[in-house]
């Protein structure tokens, strides 16, 4: 049985500012301040998603990735805001220069979070909560805005623990209680387990980390696939992912897994645009373009195929992707097919510079 060493553990923080778009706005116009705001696409648009929404917006059910007319029915007194990316990512560089004064070791997931390794930290401070809480004064100070952190031996778990106290909060799973911690944690909260899986799960009683914890590694792998390994070993608290500081962002997407296979063009048309959307919002947040378009389809028996098409010029835009994707599809065989899942990404996005420190979102584990 495998356990965590006693000793060399490192000391691993994710940083996540709180609603940082909405926050930016409330900061920067004293009017939104302590109301319910909406960054994001506008409610009267077609297509309009939630960015972020405020805490006094989230009261009220407002989240993210949510369409802004959903938005608006759940809140009505919601005051709508357009997205200000270029300021969102001169923050971000902000916060990037303070987390540079602990550490080099800093793995960006997303404009408004990052892992940090401060094992050896620059000042030699030699405690992880203490770097945590100088960086989260340091934000405040300087940028009047907060962020929470998660200290712990691993980025999952700190990944974890970063949501526990939010807002403005900070928590630390030390080596000792990491294992009590992963044995209550609900299986939807494991990383990479979607809906599907968290059905499939239930459906075998296991709900929490502690259910995982009593299959081996086998019967894990069995029913789960490679990320069965994962799980075992990350329900006895072992992670040993490094913190990557120069990954580059080599293709950005989305993907979905349908509870019930799909048989008809006009379905998958549906679900293509959603994906779409979802992918058009993400390169938005990272202000990213790519030449080339990549139409996924698995299909219920399990066998997959990619289709693509490039552009002269970058495109990005909600449009192109699902009538790309579309065109890619109606030139597949659709007869008798039987779809489980559908996926849009971008890639080739020329040159990013080797000092952008932008988008390094992981989007798949495995
Ligand atoms: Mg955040």
Known sequence: MMSVPATNHRKIIHIDMDAFYASVEQRDDPELRGKPIVVGGLPEGRGGVVATASYEARKFGVRSAMPSKKAQ???????????????????????????????????????????????????????????????KQAIFDELQLTASAGVSVNKFVAKIASDINKPNGLKFIGPSSIE?????????????????????????SLHTGADLKRLEEDELVKHFGKSGRFYYRIVRGIDERPVQPHRETKSMGAEDTFAHDLTTFDEMSVELDKIAQTVATRL??????????????????????????????????????????????????????????LGISVSNFGELSPKNNGPTEQLKLF
């Not at 044995?183 to 599907?196: A, H, I, N, R, S």
């Open 73 to 135: 029915q759940l809140c009505p007194q919601a005051i709508f805001v357009r997205p200000r990316f270029a300021v969102y990512k001169d923050v971000s560089r902000h916060i990037r220069e303070i987390f540079s004064r602990y550490t080099d070791l800093i793995e960006p997931l997303s404009l408004d979070e990052a892992f940090l390794d401060v094992t050896e930290d620059k000042l030699g401070i030699g405690s992880a909560i203490e770097v945590a809480t100088q960086i």
């Open 284 to 341: 938005e947040r990272y202000a990213l373009k790519g030449r080339t378009i990549t139409l996924k389809v698995k299909y219920s028996n399990f066998k997959q195929i990619t289709r693509n098409q490039s552009f002269s010029a970058p495109v990005g835009g909600v449009g192109i992707l699902a009538q790309t994707a579309k065109q890619l599809l109606s030139a597949t065989n659709l007869d008798e097919v039987r779809v489980r899942l």
């Open 180 to 204: 009590a911690f992963m044995e209550q944690l609900p299986v939807e909260k494991f990383f990479g387990v979607g809906k599907v899986t968290a059905q499939k799960m239930k459906s075998m």
